[in-house]
């Protein structure tokens, strides 16, 4: 069993639509929790980062850390079509990441 | 511009060639970190550093050999003991520390893209 579970999508969605993007893990040591967005053909660009349980927001990204769940997920609000990539969350412990396999999105105007 | 370079952008291999892939990174950033990406699949790690002369083999390093010369450069050589190297390839570089670093946050190039012919 992987460390780190992504939902493996791929995800499409509508201009405008919430989308909810979402990992669960297995190690009770992850201490700091990462979302990364890549495009095509690019390298993973970093998104979000937190280190506590919560919500954390940042314009329309919202990252949501639940450790008693051992559940973390991203929400996109008011999804656009510039929003379609690849999104991969990471999480770390003693300095090491793991990351999930990613999750497609096509946000379709 | 601070960031992390990687060249070429395109590779192409012949069967039982060695290549090399570079990564070069001017964050001051102590540690350097080589992925691999499959289609589909997620980041899988090959070789990392967490020091100039020193590095640590990852999941996947059989086929692979790195070196840590300088603080700024980490290069990756693919040899023909890999038998599925076509992939691309991701160099990514932190402020390090391990674990007394927990909030380590890496932050990648734009990668290497290699096809065996």
């Known amino acids: 069993q992987k460390e780190v579970e992504q939902d493996p999508g791929p995800l499409s969605v509508p201009e405008g639509a919430i989308v909810s993007l979402n990992c669960t893990y297995s190690n009770s040591a992850f201490q700091y929790f990462m979302w990364y967005r890549q495009y095509s053909r690019k390298g993973p660009e970093l998104l979000m980062y937190t280190y506590s349980s919560g919500n954390k927001e940042d314009g329309r990204f919202t990252a949501q850390v639940d450790k008693s769940s051992k559940y973390i997920s991203l929400f996109i609000r008011d999804s656009q079509p510039s929003d379609s990539a690849t999104y991969l969350c990471?999480?770390?412990?003693?300095?090491?990441?793991?990351f999930g396999d990613g999750t497609t999105l096509t946000v379709k105007p | 511009d601070g960031g992390i370079t990687q060249s070429p952008k395109y590779l192409f291999r012949k069967e039982g060639q060695n290549v090399t892939l570079s990564c070069e990174q001017n964050?001051?950033?102590?540690?350097m970190y080589w992925y691999r990406q499959d289609p589909g699949q997620g980041l899988r790690l090959i070789y990392y550093s967490q020091i100039v002369n020193d590095f640590q083999k990852g999941d996947i390093a059989e086929g692979y050999s790195v070196s840590r010369e300088k603080k700024e450069s980490f290069p990756l050589t693919v040899t023909s003991a890999q038998k599925n190297p076509t992939a691309f390839y991701l160099c990514?570089?932190?402020?390090?520390?391990?674990?007394?670093?927990?909030?380590?946050?890496?932050?990648f190039g734009p990668g290497t893209r290699l096809t065996v012919l």
């Open positions: 964050l001051n950033h102590d540690a």
């Open positions: 990514a570089s932190s402020i390090g520390g391990g674990f007394l670093n927990p909030t380590d946050t890496q932050y």
């Open positions: 990471a999480m770390s412990a003693e300095g090491k990441s793991t």
